[in-house]
């Protein structure tokens, strides 16, 4: 892996290849070792778009893990999500998924490059001890261990296997544990700082759209219209699916009466929004499974309450 040797790297593939790329993804949780990988999610053998991955990029990967999975909405957003990606993957030393789609992939858009100056990279910290002094799984209060690379005199064994703090392979199952928890907890202690997110006429809404990807477009217009009908519609558009912010999902679901989410699939991460809400607010499916994104007329009339 590159990312051993010290390099900021990434791969791309269309759905069916990221089936094969699952154990490097697990090997990547357990060696804390980042990679940015760019899934464009398609329906199987064919040029439509989907939101079918969904799911998989968070839990096909074995073994206990996080995610951090970020879904562009635009041809700007694919190119700010993946130098954020990169950011994440050596903040967290973790993969970062850019869970693209079909949809953006065909399309023309502007897009602004930003100068050099402008962006804000982050790279991973490195030790700061000599080679026989670096415990190199022990971490600091951010649970991120400092990471050598190849080549800088360092020994480090980079292992799937459970490994104790100096990466030794390890029978003791408390070790395992800890080591676990360490990986999710680094992660999951910063979700309201990792989770990107928009609001939309959220001030004073009745009704809100949660959508994410390309659906995103589409609910906001359908918003726009529904407040032109007098009705109370708001969006929250999430760039970062996971983690799952469920706090957030919660405070929206206190909110309103209630909450649509529509997705390119047959109805996957509305379960999460379903789950979180803890039926505080109805949440209603709105699932399309036919390589395009709904329409704002489809939203609308699911806002209205007709479909």
């Known amino acids: 892996m590159p990312g051993l040797a010290g390099a900021k790297a990434m791969t791309a593939t269309a759905s069916a290849?990221?089936?094969?790329?699952?154990?490097?993804?697990?090997?990547?949780?357990?060696?804390?070792?980042p990679i940015v990988i760019v899934d464009v999610m398609r329906l199987r053998g064919a040029e439509q778009a989907t939101h079918a991955d969904v799911m998989q990029a968070r839990w096909?990967?074995?073994?206990?893990?996080?995610?951090i999975v970020l879904a562009p909405s635009s041809v700007q957003e694919l190119y700010d999500y993946t130098i954020e990606a990169f950011n994440l993957a050596e903040r967290y030393r973790n993969p970062v998924i850019v869970l693209s789609?079909?949809?953006?992939s065909l399309m023309r858009e502007k897009i602004r490059f930003r100068r050099p100056e402008e962006l804000r990279l982050f790279s991973r910290v490195r030790p700061t001890v000599p080679p026989e002094e670096l415990v190199p799984f022990e971490a600091g209060e951010d649970g991120v261990p400092p990471m050598a690379k190849f080549g800088d005199g360092y020994r480090v064994l980079y292992t799937l296997n459970p490994h104790d703090r100096r990466g030794m392979i390890t029978g003791d199952l408390d070790v395992y544990d800890d080591l676990y928890?360490?990986?999710?907890?680094?992660?999951?202690?910063?979700?309201?700082?990792?989770?990107?997110r928009q609001e939309f006429e959220m001030e004073d809404a009745e009704i809100a759209v949660v959508a994410y990807g390309s659906e995103a477009r589409s609910?906001?217009?359908?918003?726009?219209?529904?407040?032109?009908?007098?009705?109370?519609?708001g969006l929250l558009k999430l760039?970062?699916?996971?983690?799952f912010h469920d706090e957030l999902i919660r405070s929206?679901?206190?909110?309103?009466?209630?909450?649509?989410v529509p997705e390119m699939n047959l109805g996957k991460y509305v379960g999460e929004v379903r789950r979180a809400s803890d039926c505080l607010a109805d949440v209603v499916s709105l699932p399309l499974n036919?390589?395009?994104?709904?329409?704002s007329d489809e939203i609308l009339r699911a806002i209205r309450g007709e479909a």
């Open 239 to 243: 760039g970062t699916i996971w983690p």
């Open 17 to 33: 290849g990221f089936n094969y790329m699952q154990e490097g993804i697990g090997y990547s949780v357990a060696t804390e070792t």
């Open 181 to 196: 928890k360490r990986i999710t907890a680094k992660i999951r202690k910063d979700v309201d700082e990792i989770v990107i």
């Open 101 to 104: 789609e079909m949809t953006l």
């Open 290 to 295: 036919k390589g395009r994104i709904h329409t």
């Open 219 to 233: 609910a906001r217009e359908a918003v726009r219209r529904a407040r032109m009908e007098g009705v109370r519609a």
């Open 252 to 260: 929206v679901a206190e909110q309103v009466e209630k909450i649509i």
């Open 60 to 67: 096909s990967a074995s073994g206990d893990h996080e995610m």
